[in-house]
């Protein structure tokens, strides 16, 4: 599947295909600790600011398929927005709302991918770039469009052959979001696109065969 990407800006409603992935050969994940660290630090500061449907961590990459929260959904209070970017969103007109969500958004990305970046490089002794800059974004505005985007996250570990199945993928949301077990994902809104779990189960393994 190639994804014709534009730098899309983090516009609150938008359901949006965030990736990206490192310079060069580098890895983005060298221990099973990293990936927890990585999805730790994704909750903490880009959760307040989104919804995430879904998600796979590859070795060298990485793709969410998320929802910008509207401005009655952020929880200004969190701890993961500072004092200028609360007032930012607070005192901003109705017409710049977006924008400063938008902004607010770019940089909870920002902190987050950085941060995890220097976490790497202190404990693999490196230095640059972790990650390739900007990371990519592309608006998944189209239904059908979003569905494929779904199924081609979640096939990436079989198609990679880094896991025999889907169930026992070990770094997608995949088996979390068949389960009825509760969960940080908004998985209601990801079944609502298949019309239910039985339906996404269905259509991903026909993508596995078909694709």
């Not at 359901?15 to 990936?35: C, P, Q």
């Not at 999805?39 to 969410?64: G, R």
């Not at 902004?103 to 640059?128: M, P, W």
């Not at 940080?184 to 239910?196: K, N």
Request: aromatic fraction near 12%; proline fraction near 4%; glycine fraction near 4%.
């Amino acid at each position: 599947m190639k994804i014709m990407v534009n730098i899309e800006k983090l516009l609150p409603g938008a359901v949006i295909h965030v990736f990206g992935r490192t310079n060069g050969r580098d890895k983005l994940f060298y221990t099973e600790a990293n990936y927890k660290y990585f999805l730790d630090k994704y909750k903490f500061h880009i959760s307040p600011m989104v919804e995430t449907l879904c998600y796979f961590l590859h070795i060298n990459h990485f793709h969410f398929i998320i929802r910008v929260k509207e401005k009655t959904e952020l929880d200004l209070d969190h701890h993961s927005f500072t004092k200028k970017q609360k007032t930012l969103i607070s005192n901003s007109a109705p017409n710049d709302e977006p924008e400063s969500i938008a902004t607010v958004a770019s940089q909870h990305f920002s902190n987050f991918l950085n941060g995890y970046a220097q976490a790497i490089n202190k404990q693999e002794d490196r230095h640059g770039n972790l990650i390739q800059r900007p990371f990519k974004r592309k608006l998944l505005s189209d239904e059908r469009y979003l569905r494929t985007c779904i199924m081609y996250i979640h096939s990436n570990p079989i198609k990679s052959k880094l896991d025999r199945n889907l169930e026992s993928s070990r770094h997608s949301s995949y088996p979390e979001l068949i389960t009825s077990q509760p969960t940080w994902l908004d998985r209601d809104s990801l079944l609502l696109y298949f019309g239910g779990v039985e339906n996404m189960i269905t259509a991903h393994k026909e993508y596995l065969i078909t694709r």
